[in-house]
């Protein structure tokens, strides 16, 4: 079946920093990703839509300047935190749907940032 | 997205159905149930979807009531791989999953 894949699966980084967290769809052409977040004990929050060729579509409350996503081909999307500080910490997860309506999503395994 | 409710907790014991309710009364016509679940610390699962009749693959079963206001998924024989978060989603857009706060399933030995 068709794989997402993210990369890196943990990163610890300093606050102030920013990190970069891959997408990549392996076996087909995703014009549309998703960004999540999953804070401790908690579900998946949508974060934002990330758009082939476009800007990226940012949920309410979520910061466009600090969470910057860019779709630079139909298989990677990339996720930037900038300037992470100790609450950023979270589980970052992305997902690529298939072409195809009412068919599966596909999500990544996740990336673990530990902003320290 | 359709809202849903499902229990918070559940246990099963090993070998025995697992059998995970959702409610869906809000579900409109052309929305599908999908089933996720996803194990500690990954990224969540695909397992099933289905819009009006039941669904059967090699992972689980869905079953839709026929007024499609709820759904049960059930694994026909739970394992202790099978400890995990279990979402419902009701949604016609494959691109918009929003995730609920799941059932946590725990197969007991």
């Known amino acids: 079946g068709a794989v997402v894949s993210q990369h890196p699966s943990w990163v610890i980084c300093k606050s102030g920093t920013s990190v970069k967290i891959e997408c990549r769809s392996l076996?087909?052409?995703?014009?549309?990703m998703f960004w999540y977040r999953q804070f401790p004990k908690q579900s998946l929050m949508l974060m934002a839509t990330s758009n082939e060729g476009s800007k990226a579509t940012y949920e309410q409350g979520v910061e466009k300047d600090k969470f910057l996503i860019n779709h630079a081909s139909l298989t990677l999307s990339t996720l930037t935190v900038t300037s992470a500080h100790p609450e950023d910490s979270s589980f970052y997860i992305c997902?690529?749907?298939?072409?195809?309506?009412?068919?599966?999503?596909?999500f990544g395994q996740g990336t673990r940032l530990t902003v320290v | 997205d359709a809202k849903t409710t499902q229990p918070t907790s559940m246990d099963c014991a090993e070998g025995r159905a697992a059998n995970l309710p959702c409610n869906h009364s809000t579900i409109s016509g052309n929305e599908y149930v999908y089933w996720y679940r996803q194990i500690h610390s990954q990224g969540p699962q695909y397992i099933i979807h289905g819009l009006k009749n039941n669904e059967t693959n090699e992972m689980a079963s869905l079953i839709i009531t026929e007024d499609r206001k709820s759904s049960t998924l059930i694994l026909p024989h739970a394992t202790l791989r099978d400890t995990a978060v279990y979402y419902c989603?009701?949604?016609?857009?494959?691109?918009?999953?929003?995730f609920g706060a799941g059932t946590r399933l725990t197969v007991k030995p």
């Open positions: 997902s690529a749907p298939e072409r195809e309506a009412n068919t599966e999503a596909f």
């Open positions: 989603i009701g949604t016609n857009n494959n691109n918009d999953m929003r």
């Open positions: 076996d087909f052409q995703a014009t549309t």
